[in-house]
């Protein structure tokens, strides 16, 4: 099935045992976001048999593909990112199509997707084992790593490529097989990606994509041919996959939400800090696990970085994607837009107040202007995560208060400080229960080769995503090897 992003609806299929499949279940449609009249894609989803038969492709061909060794593996996973950067346009037209974000966040993606996959290819070269010393001598110790087996992979909308890249290409690296369920909104995208596998040469069977619902995807979390399962997505579903997984003792990574605070303290300047708090808040159309939704001004500089995020704010323009002036894309679906403005509504029957609202362009589009709430904790938009391009300001007498109301919710993701004070700067770093600290920059953006994962609800159990030793410690079980030389037979 060719890539493209061409108006008429595409019919994405299946990728099972190496071979494109149509599913046989319910008809499923994804719209253009930002042209709800445009039919991206209109195709029958997969049902449990085709998850079966993904299921059997990907342990029939997990043998063959770690017995290949990881060096081949990785030189095939850079022929993968090679294809991707030459489908670069392509991919990232049709992702802005689909899910929305901006043609240039959507090359940034699709530019992020392909370093990470070459980068996991490059890690092919890295020592496999560590040794040990012994108390016997001429004993060797060694700890060595093995594939866990069949691994699912479950991902959301909101990055089409970049989140599915963090996980499958390690997993694979690493000679696991892989089941991958995209989300349902984006699944035109979702084959554009994993069809530069296919065509790269990854052998049938070792990565198949499965364009299933969650409800029907629920067979693939509980099934008994699953080793491992990575999924990043809301916190419900999240718990539901470590209780089917835990129960049967399969390893398990979850990357779920966040309600990200970002400190401002009076010594900073408050033009810099709202600038880089609009992008942390509203770029991705605040569509980010990681996006700052609470921001804790601290003392007398609440007045004037107020003014300056709302100058900021209103700034935006709300539009489609593909139009280069457009810096805010649409929101994913009708129903994200109707839960988003009834969280704006609920947040003033509260007692928040709406303090800026960008525009927004007439039209059917599932448009949201970037909106600022000023709120206390009482406030549940100032709590608890609204998916959109949605922020809330608070004020804090000093900087202990500010870090208290930082880490008062169930998550622990991202927090920032924006200060010119280094005391304050570490009492910070020290103080906040997040899993990624961010120092006078925005809540959003990861280096790929850093680990990545948050604290408390945010991650469960707590292995990092993306850099190499990290992926590594999840996607594989080690093995300690007692070795001592036996003396031959007389
Ligand atoms: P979601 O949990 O609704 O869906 C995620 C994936 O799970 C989708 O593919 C969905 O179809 C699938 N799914 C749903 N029910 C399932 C079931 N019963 N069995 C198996 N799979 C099932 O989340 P979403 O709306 O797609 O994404 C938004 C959420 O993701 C937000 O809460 C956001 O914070 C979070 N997120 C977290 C990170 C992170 O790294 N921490 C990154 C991006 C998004």
Known sequence: MPVSASSSPLVPENLIAGAWLPGSGE?????????????????????ESDIKHALEAATGAQRAWNDMGIIKRGQILRAVADLIDQRREAIAALMTREQGKTLAEARGEVDGSSETIRYHAASSRNPLAKTYPSSFPGEHIEVVREALGVVAVIT??????????????????????????????????SQAFIQAFHDAGVPAGV????????????????????????????????????????????????????HNAAIVMP???????????????????????????????????????????????????????????????????????????????????????VIARAQVPKGPGFFVGPTVIEGTMEVRTCREEVFGPITTVMRARDLEEAIELANSTEFGLTA???????????????????????????????????????????????????????????????????????????
């Not at 719209?31 to 029958?44: E, H, Q, T």
């Not at 989140?163 to 097989?177: C, H, Q, R, S, Y």
């Not at 010119?420 to 006078?440: E, H, M, S, V, Y």
């Open 27 to 47: 008809a499923v449609q994804s719209l253009n976001p930002a042209k709800p009249d445009d039919i991206v894609a209109s195709f029958k989803g997969a049902t």
């Open 156 to 189: 959301p909308w909101n990055f089409p490529t970049q989140i599915p890249a963090w996980k499958i290409a390690p997993a694979l690296l690493w000679g696991n097989t892989v089941v991958w369920k995209p989300a349902s909104d984006i699944p035109a995208v």
């Open 207 to 258: 990565v198949n994509m499965v364009l299933a619902s969650g409800r029907v995807a629920q067979h693939l979390v509980d099934s008994p041919q699953v080793s491992g399962i990575s999924f990043t997505g809301s916190v419900p579903v999240g718990e539901m996959i470590a209780q089917s997984a835990t129960s049967r003792r399969v390893k398990v990574q979850l990357e779920l939400g966040g």
């Open 267 to 353: 010594d900073v300047d408050p033009f810099f800090a709202a600038s880089q708090l609009t992008i942390g808040a509203m770029s991705g159309t605040g569509q980010k696990c990681t996006a700052t939704r609470r921001i804790i001004t601290v003392g007398d500089i609440h007045d004037s970085f107020v003014a300056a995020l709302v100058t900021e704010v209103e700034k935006l323009t709300v539009g489609d994607g593909a139009n280069p002036s457009t810096t805010i894309g649409p929101v994913i679906s009708a129903s994200a837009q109707a839960q988003i403005e009834s969280a704006v509504a609920d947040a003033v029957s509260e007692g928040g107040v």
């Open 416 to 490: 920032s400080i924006f200060s010119t004070n280094d005391a304050d700067i570490l009492r910070a770093t020290a103080g906040l229960t997040a899993g990624l600290i961010k120092i006078n920059a925005p809540n959003t953006g990861s280096e790929l080769h850093v680990p990545f994962g948050g604290l408390k609800a945010s991650t469960f159990p707590a292995p990092r995503e993306q850099n190499a030793e990290s992926v590594a410690d999840f996607f594989t079980n080690t093995k300690s090897v007692y070795r001592r030389v036996a003396p031959r037979r007389a």
